[in-house]
T-cell receptor, first 108, second 115 residues
């Protein structure tokens, strides 16, 4: 059965720390992997990855896909309290599967 | 524990036809959501229901209506389907709308094609 597993489930860091969030998957007919940031409202789209080894970057956030390892990481450097959120990974194959999310808390 | 259940999984409609997408959750969550996802784009919120008895528009509500039938069920209706509504639709639920630390649980999606 298709599945998406994120780790860790929760993480507490201090401002300025760098964090790495993991997403591994087993899906049929992989098409893309997406990262979202979820705060109070709807998840906010961060990145979509389709090609292995190509890093996508936006400010302090970056992500890379490893199709060989069936995984992706999301890096956040110089974390700020505003980065506190749940980060969701979703993988599109024959359908879309979401991971359980990583709850990141950034303390001042 | 089923979580969030959406039906149907696939649907093909002709332009102008109507249909209702059903969603039910068994986690006693207060808030429920309908999203659409289009190729190359992230999730976009269509409508949400912060609590039983309330519904509100999201980013892309035009062409849709919703009903929060009870705490468990939140349906999405297309009154007159258009090709632009071809998309994958996701229902989600969470414990609270305003809680930063709430986690959303997603259904497996409905792939809708309007021809």
């Amino acid at each position: 059965e298709d599945k998406v597993v994120q780790s860790p489930l929760s993480l507490v860091v201090h401002e300025g720390d760098t964090v790495t969030l993991n997403c591994s998957y087993e899906v049929t007919n992989f098409r893309s992997l997406l990262w979202y940031k979820q705060e109070k409202k709807a998840p906010t789209f961060l990145f979509m990855l389709t090609s292995s080894g190509i890093e996508k970057k936006s400010g302090r956030l970056s992500s890379i896909l490893d199709k060989k390892e069936l995984s992706s990481i999301l890096n956040i450097t110089a974390t700020q309290t505003g980065d506190s959120a749940i980060y969701l990974c979703a993988v599109e194959g024959n359908d879309m599967r979401f991971g359980a999310g990583t709850r990141l808390t950034v303390k001042p | 524990n089923a979580g969030v259940t959406q039906t149907p999984k696939f649907q093909v409609l002709k332009t102008g036809q109507s249909m209702t997408l059903q969603c039910a959750q068994d986690m006693n969550h207060n808030s429920m959501y309908w999203y659409r996802q289009d190729p190359g784009m992230g999730l976009r919120l269509i409508y949400y229901s912060a609590s039983e008895g309330t519904t509100d528009k999201g980013e892309v509500p035009n062409g849709y209506n919703v009903s929060r039938l009870n705490k468990r069920e939140f349906s999405l209706r297309l009154e007159s389907a258009a090709p632009s509504q071809t998309s994958v639709y996701f229902c989600a639920s969470s414990e609270a709308w305003t809680d930063l630390n709430t986690e959303a649980f997603f259904g497996q999606g409905t792939r809708l094609t309007v021809v």
